[in-house]
């Protein structure tokens, strides 16, 4: 069974910058479009930077221009970098295929606070 495995998550002052990472067992990171989501407390997921296998992206309007998604497939990984992160961006970020999805991993929290 493919497993998730989403990191690099920690607590941040506004303006801090993460890298968050996702990988899986196989090749599924690197065989499929792959978003990045994420879900804020009381707050339904949502789905925040997206790049396809071609490496064609895609953001949501609230991290364009912050954020920046990336993926290496010799590595079987995704990055996600997030600069200049704000209170509102505060949430579990998940990873999942963009179109094709399977079981959700942990998620990697994410803290944004003064």
């Known amino acids: 069974q493919v497993q998730l495995v989403e990191s690099g998550g920690g607590f941040v002052q506004p303006g801090g910058s993460l890298r968050l990472s996702c990988t899986a067992s196989?090749?599924?990171?690197?065989?499929?479009?792959i978003g990045w989501y994420r879900q804020a407390p009381g707050k339904q997921r949502e789905l925040v930077a997206a790049?396809?296998?071609?490496?064609?992206?895609n953001y949501a309007d609230s991290v364009k221009g912050r954020f920046t998604i990336a993926r290496d497939n010799a590595k079987n990984t995704v990055y996600l970098q997030m600069n200049c992160l704000q209170p509102e961006d505060t949430a579990v970020y998940y990873c999942?295929?963009?179109?094709?999805?399977?079981?959700w991993g942990q998620g990697t929290q994410v803290t944004v606070s003064s």
């Open positions: 790049i396809s296998t071609g490496g064609s992206v």
């Open positions: 196989g090749s599924f990171v690197s065989t499929y479009a």
């Open positions: 999942n295929g963009r179109f094709y999805r399977i079981t």
